[in-house]
């Protein structure tokens, strides 16, 4: 037993070695003594990994309340959940969880309404539920199935085929796929795809990911067999999407170059296999999103001279830019996306990080605004031409969410399915303010909690941001969220610079020499938490991953005496070395690189790993990785959390690392694995947040 959950010094960490490593970079000294830890097949560091986790095993297993969390978590994680369905060739597929399921069934059924039969059960593919159903895609005529799995959590795929009639394998079977969908030609005779090169023996998790190349792959045939479609040696960070148009006239090729968001559109004409490439938006001047074509006419949302997006038609027979024509200008909401579906273009908007959408013909005349059933987030609206309706999810903060039938002739919305969820969302409110961050920009925060709560100081608030590469973060049910929601807790969701809330614009101004911004903004939401006395530092807790990790890592180390508790997950913690391993070169489009003079210093000046202080008061930090983690790789949090380690004050709160196995970055992770992680950090922070 522990004696005391709040003292650093009740805790007998395990002992790290200190080497001797000091990099000079631009000229200025930069010591890391935990590189060592970067080498995750070493049995030092694969001992270091295990003594950790007894550490955190014996702590968290002290703490009374974590069992009723995991209890309650399981209980209410226990409903029945089906996606939307998708319809190939008079087949409907979705996939469907009877509750506790580790990972959702893929389904079948000849009825939009039916109950279908399995066609794929993931389960079944492992005896912990670490294999993952990571994407799938039906042929045309629904004959036959593409369907991509990953091991472990790693952001590796492999693609399978199977009969849909008879469920069995073709033993077709296709490696080292990563960041790829896959596209069926028209007859059913095999699917585009994209892979990287095999990896050096033991390097799959940490090589940097170069050279991806399109190709095609003919059903029966082996791997080695495949057709190269495109690739381009000249640029080695170039990766690429490939897929058919509707109409089956035109291979497009998405070329992206990292996270960055301006990207190139290429196409061939699909009716002649030898035709040659053409680059038709070739400049990375602005991003761009294929929404559909008319013949040669294809539809794309961009920024171009519209940071906010707008929709605009190019005719490939006349693809000079004077030619362009623009079909839906830009607004005062963020045109977050945009699908073609039965001879509509259907918009997404997002209004202060809220949804709403609205209807347009091809022409881009305004037809309706789609009615949602309230605040909150709404997504789908997919679709092929010959389709006369569409389906969309939506959700709330305390809304579990529910998927809707929408008729694209009359605008009428009709449930499909509603989950069941013992969560009582009426109990609670949730609210949005605007908080003014340290350069007068405002920035929007949610704020959801129990109805009648006095504002005293008195309640443990999380506050969650992410802040990063164009990516908006919005309303949404979460079950975790839930449970902190019934034990009295309150959560807040901060929309920072450096996301896509409000278009480019808003995206630019948190990246590279501007990243401060982002936490500057996440502070001020928390110094205005405290301000408002939602709560008091001592009982603020942070969460975030991935960007968000980072994001969490600078803050608590800016301003410790702001925070009781931090969650950083998945974080990148070394701003000098991540874009060394496997796909952390893509990032420096957001936030620069130490190879850039000016850049490094930036980096340096709030890289967790690297501006942690000896004796300093941290909060009580719990950071947690995963051994599969391929995409931000664990020694990120391994060499933060040693050093963090070092430099907590000696009468400090506890500082400890979680380190999941059979894991990764997060997408396919078993749902109890999600269970018994969330239980985890809720148990921690009521152990740590100050009481009174």
């Known amino acids: 037993m522990i004696p005391s959950l709040g003292l650093a010094a009740a805790i007998d960490y395990p002992a790290t070695r200190k080497a001797d490593v000091i990099e000079e970079i631009h000229g200025t000294k930069v010591p890391d003594p935990y590189r060592w830890l970067e080498d995750d097949n070493a049995e030092e560091t694969k001992a270091w990994v295990a003594a950790q986790n007894r550490v955190t095993e014996d702590f968290l297993a002290a703490i009374p309340q974590r069992g009723e969390i995991r209890k309650r978590l399981a209980d209410l994680w226990n409903f029945e959940r089906t996606a939307a369905p998708q319809e190939y060739g008079g087949r409907w597929f979705f996939t469907?969880?009877?509750?506790?399921?580790?990972?959702?069934?893929?389904?079948?059924?000849?009825?939009?309404?039916?109950?279908?039969?399995?066609l794929l059960d993931p389960n079944k593919l492992s005896?912990?539920?670490?294999?993952?159903?990571?994407?799938?895609?039906?042929?045309?005529?629904?004959?036959?199935?593409?369907?991509?799995?990953?091991?472990?959590?790693?952001?590796?795929?492999?693609?399978?085929?199977?009969?849909?009639?008879?469920?069995?394998?073709?033993?077709?079977?296709?490696?080292?796929?990563?960041?790829?969908?896959?596209?069926?030609?028209?007859?059913?005779?095999?699917?585009?795809?994209?892979?990287?090169?095999e990896p050096a023996a033991g390097a799959a998790l940490t090589q940097k990911n170069e050279f991806q190349k399109l190709c095609f792959h003919k059903i029966g045939t082996p791997q080695a067999e495949d057709k190269l479609i495109y690739e381009r040696k000249d640029h080695p960070k170039w990766g690429f999407g490939g897929g058919l148009t509707e109409d089956g006239k035109f291979l497009v090729i998405h070329v992206t170059e990292g996270t960055d968001p301006k990207n190139r559109f290429f196409y061939r004409d699909a009716s002649k296999p030898e035709s040659p490439v053409v680059e038709l938006l070739a400049d990375a001047d602005a991003s761009y999103d294929f929404?559909?074509?008319?013949?040669?006419?294809?539809?794309?949302?961009?920024?171009?001279?519209?940071?906010?997006?707008?929709?605009?038609a190019i005719d490939v027979a006349k693809p000079d830019r004077a030619a362009w024509k623009?079909?839906?200008?830009?607004?005062?909401?963020?045109?977050?996306?945009?699908?073609?579906?039965?001879?509509?273009?259907?918009?997404?908007?997002?209004?202060?990080?809220?949804?709403?959408?609205t209807v347009h013909d091809m022409a881009g005349k305004f037809v309706r605004e789609v009615s949602l059933p309230g605040i909150g987030s709404a997504g789908g609206f997919e679709g092929r031409e010959k389709d006369k309706e569409t389906f969309y999810s939506f959700t709330g903060f305390t809304d579990p969410g529910a998927i809707y039938r929408y008729d694209l002739a009359t605008g009428e919305s009709k449930l499909w399915k509603r989950p069941k969820v013992g969560f009582d969302s009426d109990a609670y409110e949730t609210k949005q303010v605007f908080v003014t961050s340290k350069d007068g920009t405002k920035v929007p925060l949610f704020i959801v909690h129990k109805k009648g709560i006095t504002l005293d100081g008195s309640s443990r608030v999380l506050l969650s941001g992410y802040g990063g590469f164009n990516i908006s973060v919005g309303p949404g049910f979460s079950i975790g969220r839930a449970v902190w929601l019934e034990r009295g807790g309150i959560f807040a969701l901060a929309n920072l610079r450096g996301g896509g809330e409000y278009g480019s614009e808003w995206h630019l101004a948190g990246t590279r020499l501007r990243k401060q911004n982002v936490f500057d903004d996440?502070?001020?939401?928390?110094?205005?938490?405290?301000?408002?006395?939602?709560?008091?530092?001592?009982r603020l807790a942070i969460q975030g991953g991935s960007n968000g990790g980072l994001l969490v890592g600078a803050c608590m180390t800016q301003r410790p005496d702001l925070f009781g508790a931090a969650l950083p997950a998945v974080g990148v913690m070394d701003m000098l070395r991540f874009h060394k391993f496997t796909i952390g070169w893509a990032w420096e489009k957001d936030y620069g690189s130490a190879e850039n003079?000016?850049?490094?210093?930036?980096?340096?000046?709030?890289?967790?790993?690297?501006?942690?202080?000896p004796g300093t008061r941290y909060p009580a930090t719990m950071v947690t990785t995963a051994d599969h983690d391929d995409r931000v790789v664990p020694a990120h949090s391994f060499k933060f959390a040693a050093r963090l380690q070092e430099c907590q004050a000696k009468d400090g709160p506890p500082v400890l690392i979680r380190i999941d196995t059979s894991a990764g970055h997060g997408a396919g992770t078993a749902l109890s694995k999600m269970i018994d992680k969330t239980a985890d950090e809720w148990a921690f922070l009521e152990s740590v947040l100050k009481k009174d």
């Open 522 to 538: 996440f502070i001020a939401c928390g110094e205005w938490l405290v301000k408002e006395k939602y709560t008091v530092p001592g």
């Open 96 to 118: 469907h969880n009877t509750g506790l399921q580790n990972q959702s069934v893929l389904k079948v059924s000849e009825t939009m309404d039916g109950e279908g039969r399995e």
């Open 291 to 312: 929404i559909g074509n008319r013949d040669g006419v294809f539809y794309f949302r961009t920024d171009l001279d519209a940071p906010r997006h707008r929709v605009i």
């Open 326 to 357: 623009e079909i839906i200008p830009q607004g005062k909401d963020l045109l977050q996306g945009a699908t073609s579906v039965g001879g509509y273009l259907v918009c997404e908007y997002l209004r202060d990080a809220k949804s709403a959408v």
């Open 597 to 613: 003079p000016e850049e490094f210093q930036a980096l340096l000046k709030y890289s967790p790993y690297h501006v942690l202080k």
């Open 127 to 197: 005896e912990d539920g670490t294999v993952a159903l990571a994407n799938f895609q039906p042929s045309e005529d629904g004959k036959l199935l593409a369907y991509s799995i990953s091991r472990g959590g790693s952001d590796w795929n492999e693609i399978l085929v199977r009969d849909v009639a008879t469920g069995k394998e073709t033993g077709d079977h296709l490696k080292w796929v990563k960041f790829s969908g896959m596209s069926w030609a028209k007859d059913g005779s095999g699917f585009y795809y994209s892979r990287y090169d």
